[in-house]
């Protein structure tokens, strides 16, 4: 199984903050990436898939980078509505897996 | 608008079965793969099972297989888990997620329903 590694597993940011993301493969994933953000008590909203392409109607503060076995996501200017929990997941191969969740609380 | 609607949650006994529904409406069904993937309580997703748009082919987790049935009739626009012997550790909430392929990243999602497992 491929194990998807995230951190910080926490992060304290303020309204304006640059923050990032990093999501590690155990292996070679090339860009079968793609990163959600789940808010308490909803499902989780696909944001970002094949590493960088941007889902339609996500805000374009939101970016996605890399292949092969790291991968980051950054919010350029995080706003109030964006504190939730953030994950990474391969779809390489079977079993698809996620990484364990990045939670961006208010600083 | 693009909708799936999970049903059939609910308390149920170690080692009895429950089946889970997921009506999708907003879509072409029939054009998608569609996956299950869970969540513990305060716990992070995993991914449970998969069935091909055509139902050709079917894929399971580890810690669910051979206790797992995937289904779907797109006759109806439905998508099915019939879950056996389920244990306490398999309480979680249960979503519905289409998929462009087997292989994929979910989208749409549904709202999730919740799946007790206690005596």
């Known amino acids: 199984d491929i194990q998807m590694t995230q951190s910080p597993s926490s992060v304290s940011a303020s309204v304006g903050d640059r923050v990032t993301i990093t999501c590690r493969a155990s292996?070679?994933?090339?860009?079968?990436l793609a990163w959600y953000q789940q808010k308490p008590g909803r499902a989780p909203k696909l944001l970002i898939y094949?590493?960088?392409s941007l889902q339609s109607g996500v805000p374009s503060r939101f970016s996605g980078s890399g292949s092969g076995t790291d991968f980051t996501l950054t919010i350029s200017s995080l706003q109030p509505e964006d504190f939730a929990t953030y994950y990474c997941?391969?779809?390489?191969?079977?079993?698809?897996?996620f990484g364990g969740g990045t939670k961006v609380e208010i600083k | 608008q693009v909708q799936l609607v999970e049903s059939g949650g609910g308390v149920v006994q170690p080692g009895r079965s429950l089946r889970l529904s997921c009506a999708a409406s907003?879509?072409?069904?029939?054009?998608?793969?569609m996956h299950w993937v869970r969540q513990a309580p305060g716990k992070g997703l995993e991914w449970v099972a998969v069935?091909?748009?055509?139902?050709?082919?079917?894929y399971y987790a580890d810690s669910m297989k051979g206790r797992l049935s995937i289904s779907r009739d797109n006759s109806k626009n439905m998508l099915y888990l019939q879950m056996n012997s389920l244990r306490p550790e398999d309480t979680a909430v249960y979503y519905c997620?289409?998929?462009?392929?087997?292989?994929?990243?979910?989208?749409?999602w549904g709202q999730g329903i919740l799946v007790t497992v206690s005596s």
């Open positions: 997620a289409g998929g462009f392929g087997e292989l994929s990243w979910f989208d749409p």
């Open positions: 907003g879509f072409t069904f029939s054009s998608f793969a």
């Open positions: 069935i091909s748009y055509d139902k050709i082919n079917e």
């Open positions: 292996q070679n994933i090339n860009s079968w």
């Open positions: 094949a590493a960088s």
């Open positions: 997941q391969q779809a390489n191969s079977f079993p698809l897996t």
